[in-house]
Every structure is written in C-alpha cells, then in structure tokens.
C-alpha cells in the first residue's frame, strides 16, 4: 500500500485507525463571548450625564443655605402638626438677610423647604421690634414676594399671597408706595375662580393695614397698577 511518485517520494495511505484520530473533533471549548462593536454614531453621540436630569441640577439658593446651616430652624415632626425649633430666640435673629432669605424659600416646591420659608417667614414677623426692622428691608422684600405672586405653581402663590398680608400687618401704610409692583399679579389671579375669593379677602386686609386714604374705592381699578 505504498504509493510511488514520480519524484519518488513514496507516501503511505493513513490507516482507518490514523484517519480516526486526525479527523476526531477537539475536545468542545466555550465559545469567546462576541462583544458588540461600536457603532460609527457612538463616536458623534458620545454617552453624557443628561444636563436636565434630576440628579445634576443644583440645589436652589434657599436650599443650599439650609443645608449650610445659614437658617437658623429646623423642622420638627409632630404627630399631630409640625413645627419650628429655633436655635435661638427668634427676636434675637438679625431680620437682613434672614427675612429676605426666608421670603426667597417661598418659591420652594420641595419638603421641608416649603414649611420652614412659610413658617420661619410668619414667626419672624411676630417677634417684638418686628415693624421697624421689617420696614428697611421693603425694597428688597418686594420683589421677591413679585416673584412668587408670578409663580405658575398655586400652592407657591399662595404662600406668597399670605406672606404679602402678614408683612403688610406689621409694617402698614409703609407698603403702599410698593403696592403697584405687586397688584398686577394679583389681578391675573382674580380671573381664577380658585383663588377669587381669597385674593379679594387679602384686598381688603391690604387696604385695612394701608389706609384708605391711599387706596381707590374700586377694587376693579387697584388691579389695573
């Protein structure tokens, strides 16, 4: 069984028992996992943090000072109502720019952020001396109750709606001149059957701390300022 070439090199045919061997599968080996080639869009659209996602927007300013430490009262769960605990008496507390802070706070729409503007805002403006601490600060205090008279979200309006009342009854005819700021926001929301009612009650207590002397008799002109 030997064959003889021309060259003569002489080959021998493999045996059945030759051929059985060489021809027998490997032993069987896991496959190499195939990983996914990247796509040519990949390289134009690398993977980023989304800007807008909740997790990469900064706290708000009034958020960051709290966590700071800068307003001095925390919340205190009740099992009927919360509320504040001052780290000290709350006359003793420097109304700038704490009140002016704690106005800002109003426009939160997070827990407890929102109790503790409303809140620390209300018992602030209760202490004695209030009036003529209050009064210096009117021109920066305006235009962030403004803000949140403007805000779209009905629960901010109205805390700044009751703020607005409760600055008014401390510092009385001394919030006039800055009153025609601030009426405008409010006769957008008369057109809201929700707050109708409300609006025109805090009319009438804007007018009851200011004087009548300084308001019209038509509460439909006051909202044209």
């Known amino acids: 069984n030997v064959l003889r070439m021309s060259s003569g090199i002489q080959i021998k045919p493999k045996t ?17 996992a195939i990983k996914p080639q990247p796509k040519p869009s990949d390289k134009l659209n690398p993977k980023t943090i989304d800007p807008f996602g909740a997790h990469s927007r900064p706290p708000s300013a009034f958020a960051a000072i709290y966590a700071k430490g800068g307003i001095p009262c925390r919340l205190v769960h009740g099992s009927v109502k919360h509320r504040l605990q ?20 109003l426009r939160e729409t997070k827990h407890p952020y929102t109790f503790v503007s409303k809140e620390g805002f209300k018992e602030l403006l209760m202490v004695e001396g209030a009036t003529e601490k209050a009064i210096p600060l009117l021109p920066r205090l305006v235009p962030v109750l403004k803000a949140s008279l403007a805000h779209l979200d009905d629960e901010v309006f109205g805390r700044g709606l009751d703020a607005l009342v409760q600055l008014s009854a401390v510092v009385g005819p001394s919030l006039n001149d800055h009153l025609k700021h601030l009426l405008t926001n409010l006769s957008r929301r008369l057109m809201d059957k929700n707050f109708r009612e409300k609006i025109t009650v805090a009319l009438q207590k804007l007018e009851q701390y200011g004087g009548k002397v300084s308001w019209p008799d038509d509460y439909s002109v006051i909202c044209t300022y």
Do not use: I, N, R, Y
């Not at 001052?86 to 706070?105: I, K, M, N, Q, S």
């Open 86 to 105: 001052w780290e000290c008496p709350p006359e003793t507390v420097p109304f700038d720019p704490l009140l002016v802070t704690l106005a800002e706070g």
């Open 16 to 32: 059945a028992v030759q051929k059985s061997k060489t021809s027998s599968p490997l032993p069987h080996s896991p496959e190499p």
